[in-house]
């Protein structure tokens, strides 16, 4: 029978440093009596070496022989998810002043360029020429009236858009591209467990 019993739940993803050493405590979160539980979250897992890359998947069955080595009559429970995963934060570089200005102006000029070229696509001068003319009946190359407040419309529907000024975000709903980020990054966990698994049974197969 067995004598204590101890609930694993893996944490869906963690950042850990090159070289860190992982433990049980990093990728799971563990309840059990507290004098067992300081010591099995301790227990290493890992240790981020140069070749495990920015990526490491942990199994909770990893987790489970490393613990049932420790304590072979412990009654473990598993909840949620199957796996963890690593994101080794690598040192990189910082980028130069030049390099983020070089950036910021190809954005700065594509940006333009696409709005403007929606506008030709659909014709927007000559929609507001006309909707000027309706207005006022007065027929102008260029009704400012219009184009002006148009304009810084543009501009705070874009920021309404995104829910951010700056760094400052307008209110705790999530913007349109966090929720496209946000399934990208599900989709992207889900591929790299998956590929995972796939070079592990290679790797079981081939020996």
Do not use: C
Request: hydrophobic share 45%.
């Amino acid at each position: 029978m067995p004598d204590e019993v101890m609930y694993v739940r893996m944490r869906h993803r963690v950042t850990a440093k090159n070289e860190q050493r992982i433990t049980i405590g990093d990728v799971a979160q563990v309840i059990a009596h507290d004098s067992l539980l300081a010591r099995v979250t301790k227990v290493p897992l890992h240790q981020i070496t140069t070749e495990d890359h920015n990526v490491i998947i942990i199994d909770v069955m990893k987790v489970i022989s490393v613990i049932r080595k420790m304590h072979p009559n412990l009654d473990i429970q598993t909840i949620g998810p199957p796996q963890t995963i690593i994101q080794v934060d690598m040192k990189k570089h910082r980028m130069g002043p030049v390099f983020v200005a070089f950036v910021w102006f190809l954005l700065f000029i594509g940006a333009g360029l696409a709005l403007m070229n929606f506008h030709e696509d659909v014709s927007m001068r000559e929609v507001q020429i006309r909707i000027f003319q309706l207005i006022t009946g007065n027929e102008i190359a260029k009704p400012l009236l219009l184009q002006i407040p148009y304009s810084i419309g543009l501009g705070l529907g874009m920021i309404i858009f995104f829910n951010h000024l700056f760094r400052k975000r307008i209110n705790e709903e999530p913007s349109p591209l966090e929720l496209e980020m946000f399934n990208y990054q599900q989709n992207l966990d889900q591929y790299v467990s998956l590929h995972e698994n796939k070079e592990s049974i290679k790797k079981l197969d081939g020996d």
